[in-house]
T-cell receptor
Framework: KAGVTQTPRYLIKTRGQQVTLSCSPI?????VSWYQQTPGQGLQFLFE???????NKGNFPGRFSGRQFSNSRSEMNVSTLELGDSALYLC???????????FGPGTRLTVL | EDQVTQSPEALRLQEGESSSLNCSYT??????LFWYRQDPGKGPEFLFT???AGEEKEKERLKATLTKKESFLHITAPKPEDSATYLC?????????????FGKGTKLSVIP
C-alpha cells in the first residue's frame, strides 16, 4: 500500500511570493492534516480536512490556506511569503479523524 | 489548551543500555496518545497509539505505557539503528477537534 506522498520535496522562494504544496493521502484515507515543523517550535498544527471540509484550523495567519478535493488529495497555499515561513511542511492522512495519522516525507520550503 | 512536554530533550546511550523517555501531558479528555519516530530529513513514522490509562503496547525493543498524566517509551537493549527523535502527541476529545498536539521530542543517540 503506497504511503502519503508530497510534492515538491524541496522549494526555494523569495519573500512576497506565494507557494502551493500538494499531498496525496493513503488510498482510502479521508482525513488530511497539515503541520509546520521548525527547529524552535517543533510540529505545529495548521489545519485538517475531512471530505473536502476544513474542520480544524491552528493558530496561523490567514496567509495559510488549504483545500481538499473529492479524491481526498489536498493542497496548501501560503501567500506573501515571509522569512519565518521557512520550514518543513508535513502532510498526514488517517482513515477517519480519530485514527492514527501517517505522515508523508514533507516539503522543505526555504524563503530567501 | 492541550500541552505535551517531553524529557529529556536529548539522551545518549551505549548500545545495550536500556532507558525510558517521558511524555507528560495535559488534555481536556484524551482521545489518544501517539508515539512517533522521526529520522533526519524524513516525516514522522507511526509507532503506537494508547487510549486509556494502564494500556501497554510493544514493538521489538520498544514498549509504550500510559497513565492519566504521562506516557513512557521504554527502550530495551537499544541498537545504533534506534537512534532518532521520538515524538509524543495527544489528541483531545474537544468537540470537533482532531488535531495532534506534539511535544518537542527526545533526540536519542545510541553509541556502538
Amino acid at each position: 500500500k503506497a504511503g502519503v506522498t508530497q510534492t515538491p520535496r524541496y522549494l526555494i522562494k523569495t519573500r512576497g511570493q506565494q507557494v502551493t504544496l500538494s499531498c496525496s493521502p493513503i488510498s482510502g484515507h479521508r482525513s488530511v492534516s497539515w503541520y509546520q515543523q521548525t527547529p524552535g517550535q517543533g510540529l505545529q498544527f495548521l489545519f485538517e480536512y475531512f471530505s473536502e471540509t476544513q474542520r480544524n484550523k491552528g493558530n496561523f495567519p490567514g496567509r495559510f490556506s488549504g483545500r481538499q478535493f473529492s479524491n481526498s488529495r489536498s493542497e496548501m497555499n501560503v501567500s506573501t511569503l515571509e522569512l519565518g515561513d521557512s520550514a518543513l511542511y508535513l502532510c498526514a492522512s488517517s482513515l477517519n479523524s480519530n485514527n492514527e495519522q501517517f505522515f508523508g516525507p514533507g516539503t522543505r520550503l526555504t524563503v530567501l | 489548551e492541550d500541552q505535551v512536554t517531553q524529557s529529556p530533550e536529548a539522551l545518549r546511550l551505549q548500545e545495550g543500555e536500556s532507558s525510558s523517555l517521558n511524555c507528560s501531558y495535559t488534555v481536556s479528555g484524551l482521545r489518544g496518545l501517539f508515539w512517533y519516530r522521526q529520522d533526519p530529513g524524513k516525516g514522522p513514522e507511526f509507532l503506537f497509539t494508547l487510549y486509556s490509562a494502564g494500556e501497554e503496547k510493544e514493538k521489538e525493543r520498544l514498549k509504550a505505557t500510559l497513565t492519566k498524566k504521562e506516557s513512557f517509551l521504554h527502550i530495551t537493549a537499544p541498537k545504533p539503528e534506534d537512534s532518532a527523535t521520538y515524538l509524543c502527541a495527544v489528541q483531545g476529545s474537544g468537540a470537533g477537534s482532531y488535531q495532534l498536539t506534539f511535544g518537542k521530542g527526545t533526540k536519542l543517540s545510541v553509541i556502538p
